[in-house]
């Protein structure tokens, strides 16, 4: 199984405040990656796929990068609508794996 | 637009059965593959299960292999998931979700609201 591994597990910062934050994949994943942001009590919601591409009506404050094994997801000027747990996940090869998320929280 | 309504979750007994049921609307459900995913209490995203768009290609997680089997009526938009012989890691909040693609798994493009399973004597 590809293993994915998101980093940091948690973070905090301030209004405004430009994010990144990493997932890494135990082998290469060429851009088969999608990125998920998940709020507390609801279903997870697509953001990006395929590593860059960004969902219809997403904000362009959001956006990721990356290809092979190691990919990023930026948020430019944190909103407080941001605050969410945030997966990687890979369609390479199955079975479908998911990063453990990274959790996003207000300074 | 697009809805997705899972019911079906409940409290089962370790060694039980149930099914979940899916019920899509707002697109062309025999267009697309469909998928389940489940999240335990405080804990991430797994992968469960993917059916193709006319219910040939199928693909299960090891977890649940054997135990768990996906299905779809497009004549009445219903995704299912029967899960038998539960064991209590199985508990979680299933999701049932709407791919961008038809034959292969790629993504989780639309979401239900989930159904919480809950296995336990």
């Known amino acids: 199984d590809i293993q994915m591994t998101q980093s940091p597990s948690s973070l905090s910062a301030s209004l405004g405040d430009r994010v990144t934050f990493t997932c890494q994949a135990s082998q290469a994943i060429t851009k088969n990656l999608n990125w998920y942001q998940q709020k507390p009590g609801r279903a997870p919601k697509l953001l990006i796929n395929d590593a860059s591409n960004l969902e219809t009506g997403v904000p362009s404050r959001f956006s990721g990068t990356g290809s092979g094994t190691d990919f990023s997801f930026t948020i430019d000027s944190l909103q407080p609508e941001d605050i969410a747990t945030y997966y990687c996940?890979?369609?390479?090869?199955?079975?479908?794996?998911f990063g453990q998320g990274t959790r996003l929280e207000i300074k | 637009q697009v809805q997705l309504v899972e019911t079906g979750g409940g409290v089962v007994r370790p060694g039980g059965s149930l099914t979940l049921s899916c019920v899509a609307s707002g697109f062309v459900f025999s267009s697309y593959g469909m998928q389940w995913v489940r999240q335990a209490p405080g804990k991430g995203l797994e992968w469960v299960a993917f059916i193709g768009y006319d219910g040939r290609n199928k693909f299960y997680a090891d977890s649940v292999k054997g135990r768990v089997t996906i299905s779809r009526d497009n004549s009445k938009n219903t995704l299912y998931l029967e899960v038998s012989s539960l064991r209590p890691e199985d508990t979680a909040v299933y999701y049932c979700?709407?791919?961008?693609?038809?034959?292969?798994?790629?993504?989780?493009?639309?979401w239900g609201q989930g159904t919480l399973v809950s296995v336990s004597s």
């Open positions: 996940q890979q369609y390479d090869r199955l079975p479908i794996t």
């Open positions: 979700a709407k791919d961008h693609r038809a034959a292969r798994p790629k993504d989780f493009h639309y």
